[in-house]
Structures are given as structure tokens and as C-alpha cells.
């Protein structure tokens, strides 16, 4: 049962490209978040958002934007690509309810050439 | 400032216990997490804890939690050539409503 689902599980774009990448949830949550992963550097927050249409920068939200307009939607844009944005991106969602944690996507591989 | 830090290899022989530390930085986290990733995929919620417990016991897992020394962590008993993953340590901060803090991740790799 797939609560969290990325639409692609891997990409490859070039460079100068506008990216959209999808991420979907079923649980009715109200949180949403991007990371992205990179080796030795962990999970590092991009965007997060607490409800419909409303959107906060994370820890490196340069080069991305961010759409949510409908509550299980959470779009991560990629306005023109650049090779550093290579890299492992991960959805997640969580309740308001803090001991639920979050709940995560199986991540897309974006590789920018 | 928010930081979360564990260790990033351990390489434990089959059938051994697996301990992965972790220790972070805000006294206030009302949640600490480990999160499990296996190659390829995203994250799955092993367990928490909350911070007003010591220790938290979930058939092979055991969590232990000093808070004095903000010091967390996983132990595996009987760890199998399954339990092969990235664990990653996470808090959550009081002072963001849902914001959870990654460590960076610990590689746990099993030796025959």
C-alpha cells in the first residue's frame, strides 16, 4: 500500500531544463516536505509546507521553487537545471501529530547532464 | 544551533549486536526518531521515542536515550544480513511545528 508516491524514480534532464518533479500523498496529511540526499551529507531540507498554497524555505532552497495546490500535491520545480542539482530527491508528509514522524516517497535519482 | 551527528560506517559481523550512536544538539525536542533506509528506497520510520523515556524496547530493537548528554542510541540484537541499511537519527524541534533534523546517516554492513 503506497501512501507516498514520486511520480518518476529516475530522470535524467539537461542542463538549462525546467525539472517538475510530483509527489503525492493519500493520508490526508498536512505537512509536506522536499529533501534531497547526497552522499555524506545526509538529508537536506529544501521546502516544506504546512498546508494548501502555503510554502517555507528549508535549508537550501536556492535553484528550487515549490507548488502546492491541492492538499496531497506537492510539486518541486527546478527552474533551469544546472549538474550540481544531480542528486537524490526525497518526498515526505506527516501529520500534525508530532510522534507520527514523517512518512516517505522511494525518491527520485535526478541525474542533470 | 540544530544539528544532529552520528558516526557514517559500521560494520558488524552476523549474528552480533549492532549499536549505532547518534547525539544532537536541542535540548527542547519533544521526539527522537531512527529511520531506516535500504538501497534504492526512501525512508521507513523504525521506531521513537519520546524524550521523557529512557529506553523503548521493540522486539530486536532497542532505544536508549540519555538526555543529559543528548545521546541516542539504536541497538540491533542478533543483526542479520537484512538489516543492511543507512539508519538515520532524527529529532524533532519544538520550536518548528513538524520540522524533523536528519543526522547523516550511519551504514551498517553486515560481515559473514
Known amino acids: 500500500d503506497v501512501k507516498v508516491t514520486q511520480s518518476s524514480r529516475y530522470l535524467v534532464k539537461r542542463t538549462g531544463e525546467k525539472v517538475f518533479l510530483e509527489c503525492v500523498q493519500d493520508?490526508?496529511?498536512?505537512?509536506m516536505f522536499w529533501y534531497r540526499q547526497d552522499p555524506g551529507l545526509g538529508l537536506r531540507l529544501i521546502y516544506f509546507?504546512?498546508?494548501?498554497?502555503?510554502?517555507e524555505k528549508g535549508d537550501i532552497p536556492e535553484g528550487y521553487s515549490v507548488s502546492r495546490e491541492k492538499k496531497e500535491r506537492f510539486s518541486l520545480i527546478l527552474e533551469s537545471a544546472s549538474t550540481n542539482q544531480t542528486s537524490m530527491y526525497l518526498c515526505?508528509?506527516?501529520?500534525?501529530?508530532?510522534?507520527?514522524?514523517?512518512?516517505f516517497g522511494s525518491g527520485t535519482r535526478l541525474t542533470v547532464v | 544551533g540544530e544539528d544532529v551527528e552520528q558516526s557514517l560506517f559500521l560494520s558488524v559481523r552476523e549474528g552480533d549486536s549492532s549499536v549505532i550512536n547518534c547525539t544532537y544538539t536541542?535540548?527542547?525536542?519533544?521526539?527522537l526518531y531512527w529511520y531506516k533506509q535500504e538501497p534504492g528506497a526512501g525512508l521507513q520510520l523504525l521506531t521513537y521515542?519520546?524524550?521523557?523515556?529512557d529506553m523503548k524496547q521493540d522486539q530486536r530493537l532497542t532505544v536508549l536515550l540519555n538526555k543529559k548528554d543528548k545521546h541516542l542510541s539504536l541497538r540491533i540484537a542478533d543483526t542479520q544480513t537484512g538489516d543492511s541499511a543507512i539508519y538515520f537519527c532524527?529529532?524533532?524541534?519544538?520550536?518548528?511545528?513538524?520540522?524533523?533534523?536528519f543526522g547523516s546517516g550511519t551504514r551498517l554492513s553486515i560481515r559473514p
Open positions: 515526505a508528509s506527516s501529520p500534525t501529530d508530532r510522534e507520527d514522524g514523517y512518512t
Open positions: 493520508m490526508d496529511h498536512e505537512n
Open positions: 509546507s504546512y498546508d494548501v498554497k502555503m510554502k
Open positions: 536541542d535540548s527542547s525536542s519533544t521526539y
Open positions: 521515542i519520546f524524550s521523557n523515556m
Open positions: 532524527a529529532e524533532i524541534l519544538y520550536s518548528s511545528a513538524s520540522k524533523i533534523i
